[in-house]
């Protein structure tokens, strides 16, 4: 008797398509399928009844590149896909939009990719003798570096520079053409720094994401735990096994032959089972019934994820303050587009110099001689007297847009260093310190830990922790000295405008200082002024650097700061 097999959708595609041997998804009715067109690679997921979710293009940019899909997997929790392509690339895509979480390139030009698995931790059942639910940490042993980031106030977070605000969001413009967004530029270093999927609450920073919508009800599942110490391999022509845990941190390859690569892959605890085949093409696709047994102790034991989840932490923690740093560099000195607060008191004087140069012909005119004159006798010359009258730089609006520019770029130094990036180093320093005992543990040999590296690093932060501390005293004491500094250039501009009144009429009235003079002359000699661009250098000026945080007696010649050198 016949049969025939009925068919559930018909999928109809504008553009030559494939679907690979792993492209259904386990348990949704989903389905993966790569097309090209015009030399490029396409990937869409449509579901069995034949709609659309999404298509991306994978053109690659600067970091990678993307020529053919080879293979693809679902993660355990089936909320992620792998892709492998040639040349060697492993892009981790979500269920939801497609988008690119995370790009793993594998570096080699002899070799291409052939395949690629992604396997769950088979998890223990538990035991009679277990510990009960309430005595249970999850992952935090008491006393770690996580236990203690975990019981710490989270880092405020920072704005996400992958969404840029454009004239569409903030006046709706729908209708106006606008430049795509840039990207945002990350660091080489942060950029291969080996991490697990991001987690910022491990690493004790507030994220500022709100959460992803779910694209359709198939992914409304609640988030589990499925993905932990799961294993990502990819194999290559040249019989290597590049495994990753949870599909990001990478832990290495192992060789199952030469010229030869994994027919099929499976694991089981510690152990991978691989039938090999030739990697050519040409020659005949027999595999042996005999699997090659590959054992990685190191798959089964907590030592390994511990080190990715430190070394993710501390990543998260130096791109936010490298970020935290930016964002206060371009509140001082400026940007590209932007101007800075640190140049607008160089400016203004500037611009009574030029005044002194052109209306009074003054050869060398020297603003700060005449400022501090005005402040020590209260008398002015007769160019600062008509600068301080003039509405072009001493207009309210003026002096308003001044005071409040530099108020909150010292606000922003002074706070941003104090709870910004001081604590982030201070919690970098803790996941440093237990690496350090780690390195002296023989159950860490494996990961083999260089101690001069992580003492190196130890001594970087804990001068970052200084410096952090000396940054937000020095911008408190510059704010305090720049608001004295604007309420005496305001008496002295009431002053001015007195006097004119008192040579019309009889008016013996004159306003009450507030100001403190002091702080106004240290805010002239040291403040004013960017440093090195005074004129004359015998003027004094605040040590422009912290204390060495090396201890005394060590050697201090390589530090190159202004520290006294020990007896």
Known sequence: MATTIAPVATISLPNPARILRTAWCPDKDLVVILSRFAHQEKLSLWKMSGSKKWEIDLPGNNDYHVDR??????????????????????????????????????????????????FRDEKKSPSGNALPEVFKRGENITGSAHAVLRNLPLLDPIQDETKTLTSNDLFAFHGARNRAPKAPKVPGIIRIWPTLPTDLVAASIASNKPDAKKAFPEAEDEEDDTNVNSIVAVSDSMGNVHLFLEGSYPLGQVRIGAESTPRSLYKLREYLFVHPGPSSDTATAAAPLSPCVLKLPYLTGRHVRDVARVSS???????????????????????????????????????????????????????????????????????????????????????????????????KLRDFSEKRVAPACQRLRLLLQEMQGWAALPQYAVCKFNTEEIDACLAMVARGIVSSAWLAATAR???????????????????????????????????????????????????????????????????????????????????????????
């Open 477 to 567: 004491k510059e704010l305090i000295r720049f608001k004295e500094f604007m309420k005496w250039l305001r008496y002295a501009s009431l002053c001015d405008a007195s006097e004119i009144t008192r040579a019309n009429a009889a008016d013996h009235h004159q306003p009450r200082p507030q100001h403190d003079i002091l702080e106004v002359n240290e805010y002239l000699t040291s403040g004013l002024v960017p440093r090195g661009t005074a004129k004359h250098e015998h003027w004094p000026r605040a040590s422009e650097s912290p204390r060495c945080a090396q201890p005394v007696g060590s050697n201090r010649a390589r530090c190159g700061c202004r520290c006294p050198r020990s007896p």
């Open 313 to 411: 932490a501390a990543r998260e923690l130096t791109w936010y303050a490298m970020r935290v740093v930016k964002e206060m560099r371009t509140a001082w000195f400026g940007s590209e587009a932007n101007g800075g607060a640190r140049d607008m008191g160089q400016k203004w004087v500037n611009a009574l110099e030029e005044r002194q140069r052109n209306e009074f012909g003054h050869d060398e005119p020297y603003a700060l001689l005449d400022l501090t004159y005005l402040l020590t006798t209260g008398r002015s010359s007769e160019a600062l007297m008509d600068y301080l009258g003039s509405a072009e730089h001493m207009s309210e609006r003026s002096l308003q847009k001044w005071e409040t520019t530099m108020i909150e770029a010292l606000t």
């Open 69 to 118: 899909i080879v293979d693809i997997a679902w993660s355990p929790d089936v909320q992620s896909i792998a892709v492998v392509s040639n040349p060697g690339m492993v892009t981790i895509h979500s269920i939801q939009n497609g988008a690119i979480e995370r790009a793993i390139p594998i570096p080699g030009r002899r070799f291409h990719i052939t395949g690629v698995w992604w």
